[in-house]
């Protein structure tokens, strides 16, 4: 096992800074945010960008790469949790085509993994949540398997906002 953290916390530091400090400090594994450059969101720890994955290259991709081995960290995971459920359609599909972004930039860097967030309309009740997920996931997916990245989904219940 390898300890890691995410970067959400260090918005404004920059991802060679975070690589730096994370390896002084012992940990081997980082969960790299990949949010939308510029998208301020209020709510804690959303809107941070340390891999910018718009118009994300091979060559961004190995800069990346280059980085990690610097300082000997490597990526778990890329992090993005909007909220896909969302009751405004056209947000929805501006998330998922962000969404659907990071899953490119993980298989460009060879990272397993993308971390999100399943959301919800708060206007609608349990089953009609559950409706909309079943509607708008299966497509998420497949564009996840179709690049060999896995998909993890936050089970978070949003207290905070």
């Known amino acids: ?8 916390p260090f918005a404004s530091t920059p991802l060679e800074e975070v690589a730096d400090w994370s390896a002084a400090e012992g940990f081997e594994m980082l969960e790299v945010c990949a949010w939308p450059k510029g998208e301020g969101v209020a709510r804690r720890y959303g809107g941070v960008t340390h891999i910018d994955v718009a118009d994300f290259t091979t060559a961004a991709a190995q800069d990346v790469a280059a980085l990690c081995d610097k300082h000997g960290v490597a990526i778990s995971g890329l992090g993005y949790y909007p909220n896909p459920l969302h009751p405004d359609p056209e947000h929805r599909a501006e ?13 460009l860097m060879d990272v397993p993994l993308v971390n999100t967030f399943m ?16 509607a708008t996931f299966p497509d998420i997916v497949a564009h996840a398997r179709d690049a060999g990245v896995t998909l993890a989904v936050e089970n978070c219940p949003m207290l905070f906002s």
Do not use: F, P, Y
């Open 119 to 134: 959301g919800d309309d708060r206007r609608l009740n349990l089953d009609e949540n559950w409706a909309r997920a079943a």
């Open 95 to 107: 998330v998922i085509g962000h969404l659907k972004r990071v899953i490119v930039a993980a298989e």
């Open 1 to 8: 096992m390898k300890m890691g953290l995410l970067t959400a």
